[in-house]
């Protein structure tokens, strides 16, 4: 294996305080131990012969495993888990934002989309928002105007009524017991409470929303909570506890929609409750390319970004990266180059597809080579436009995935946007209502423009492999933009260079970010057309000043946050073993039995 992409926490002591590891000098600093096989900057994957799951907490990932062992298949112990981790991991996710599955069905054999994404209200407009904005040119990332319904409980139901074995109070009652009786805050989600608390404060401060129910929640004593604290969310219990005893109804059309409404419309919200009684998940259909080797990558439509990991990896196959080195300047420039392609077309054509059309030329292959034929293999180009097919007509996010003993793969992504979400928790549910309608784009012009009863852009999701043509394996790297060229990277590691499923997603990775965003105007320049290369120090420095004077703007990042968070489970199509991973980056685990 030609692996040079060493691991950027293996460089650091990793259980030693930040700021004793900041005050040593870098050459007395301890790195990676010795291993028997394998990369040393990474531990082996899991392997389990009846069931696996992969979260980003050790708590949910072992919820998962009681579901699936007390008879629950893999989608039961995907809602487990996920209504475990907007418990736990709160920073991420939570029942106030969207969802969006892949869920393999051994018994039909076939891949399952579900788009569990929320809409803007159907009573204001364009310019009635415009009006509340007060001449600002972008929505804000609190308070009332950027919240859209929240999708994630009708996905849960959705996904329930179709696949599911066990009764839904059975599948959230783990995570009732837990936000009422307690369960330790784990490092990193301490680190976000931290960084969200101050955020939401300062906010706060200069009036921009009410914070008093959000800061009872979680910062009852004006602190986030410490790693290992207990912490509790009675009113997530109850919350939880009447889904679990009323169904899906009582969020969209009973009590809980009620006080949401209500709660909503006293900040200022053009939200009713015909709003959340509207609302409803869609089935769509997953999109796969071929990359190589027979690997093919499948990913959900818009109104999610998945088809621009579609696009770079039809961009990326026409030339052969494993001439060279994975961390090389010649294939970081490649993958970067092919991003910047692809987001230029995700700025201008991806959106809500009830209300825009996408040129269905994006995904063919000769697109592909025509989008690969402007890249200069020697410099960085100063913009890309989107490209003209012929028309017919920074996030927090979590990831998970759950297979069981039967070949049922669920591949969930989960998701408030931005921080915690609006700072907005509705009058004792315990939850956040989340800021994805920040992603909307003022310019009537854009086929993502606000309008209502509309679904924003969304950053998040989900994805799966295929080989030779058989279900292979579950895949998730979270983090707003960094999500469709995290997948393409890890399928780079993996089919290329032929890393593991643990090294494929502990090797350093890159985010390119910048260039124009779907939330621009449609005409005049972009705000920043060339953006930046952000690497984790993993990245071998000579290719960091190769690619400087290749005409990149490159910055090393060494704390992993917008790198994303990954986790796959692969499965053997002869013996059906899985191999699950998990990674650094986050507090989680791959445990399976």
Not at 261 to 273: D, H, I, M, P, W
Not at 317 to 324: A, M, S, V, Y
Request: with cysteine; glycine share 10%.
């Amino acid at each position: 294996m030609r692996i040079v992409m060493a691991a950027a926490a293996a460089l650091a002591l990793a259980g030693a305080p930040a700021s004793a590891q900041d005050s040593r000098p870098v050459e007395q600093q301890i790195g990676a131990g010795g291993r028997p096989v394998g990369a040393n900057w990474s531990r082996s994957p899991v392997i389990a012969g009846h069931g696996m799951a992969a979260t980003a907490h050790p708590l949910a990932t072992q919820i998962a495993l009681d579901i699936l062992k007390a008879g629950g298949n893999a989608v039961d112990a995907a809602i487990a888990a996920n209504a475990a981790l907007g418990l736990m991991e709160p920073t991420g996710n939570g029942i106030g934002g969207d969802l969006f599955a892949i869920i393999y069905d051994p018994a039909t054999d076939r891949l399952y989309g579900l788009n569990g994404s929320g809409r803007s209200p159907r009573k204001q407009t364009l310019s009635q928002l415009l009006e509340k904005l007060d001449g600002a040119d972008v929505l804000p990332p609190v308070g009332h105007l950027p919240v859209t319904i929240p999708g994630t409980v009708d996905a849960w139901f959705t996904m329930h009524a179709r696949f599911g074995t066990l009764p839904m109070n059975e599948v959230l009652a783990p995570t009732v017991t837990y936000a009422r009786e307690g369960h330790p805050i784990a490092p990193v989600v301490v680190m976000s409470l931290d960084r969200s608390m101050r955020s939401f404060e300062t906010r706060a401060a200069a009036g921009m929303f009410d914070f008093s129910n959000a800061r009872r929640v979680w910062f009852a004593d004006g602190t986030a909570p410490e790693a290992g604290e207990i912490f509790r969310n009675p009113d997530l219990a109850n919350t939880l506890e009447t889904l679990g005893r009323e169904g899906r109804d009582a969020f969209y059309s009973g009590r809980l929609a009620q006080i949401m409404a209500e709660y909503l419309q006293r900040q200022g919200s053009s939200f009713t409750a015909d709003d959340f009684r509207d609302h409803s998940s869609n089935w769509v259909e997953p999109v796969c390319a071929h990359y190589r080797k027979g690997y093919e990558l499948c990913e959900l439509p818009p109104n999610t970004q998945g088809f621009a990991a579609l696009q770079m990896v039809n961009i990326l196959k026409n030339i052969e990266l494993e001439q060279w080195e994975r961390g090389s300047p010649e294939v970081i420039h490649y993958i970067t180059e092919a991003k910047r392609l692809a987001y230029a077309d995700v700025a201008r054509f991806y959106a809500d597809p009830d209300f825009a059309q996408l040129p269905a030329e994006l995904l063919t292959e000769e697109y592909g080579r025509q989008r690969f034929a402007l890249i200069d293999p020697a410099r960085t180009t100063a913009e890309f436009g989107p490209g003209e097919p012929k028309l017919e007509g920074p996030g927090d996010t979590t990831y998970l995935t759950v297979a069981d003993d039967n070949g049922m793969m669920v591949s969930l992504i989960q998701s408030n946007y931005r921080g915690m979400g609006s700072g907005l928790v509705p009058d004792g549910l315990g939850f956040m209502l989340q800021d994805r309608g920040e992603l909307y784009s003022l310019d009537p012009a854009h086929p993502n423009a606000y309008e209502p009863g509309k679904r924003p852009f969304q950053t998040i999701i989900p994805a799966f492999v295929k080989k030779d043509g058989k279900p292979w394996m579950t895949l998730g790297l979270m983090g707003g933009g960094m999500q469709p060229q995290g997948h393409v990277q890890v399928l780079i590691n993996l089919v290329d260079y032929d890393m593991n499923l643990q090294e494929a997603g502990d090797a350093a990775r890159i985010n390119h970010d910048g260039g124009r965003q779907p939330t621009e105007r449609q005409s005049g320049p972009s705000a920043d057309p060339l953006g930046t290369l952000y690497v984790e120090p993993g990245i071998p420095s000579a290719s960091v000043n190769r690619l400087r004077a290749m005409g990149h703007k490159v910055e090393v990042l060494d704390d992993g946050i917008m790198f994303g968070g990954y986790q796959a489970i692969a499965r053997d199509p002869q013996s059906g073993v899985y191999t699950g991973a998990t990674e650094m980056r986050k507090d989680g685990q791959a445990s399976g039995y």
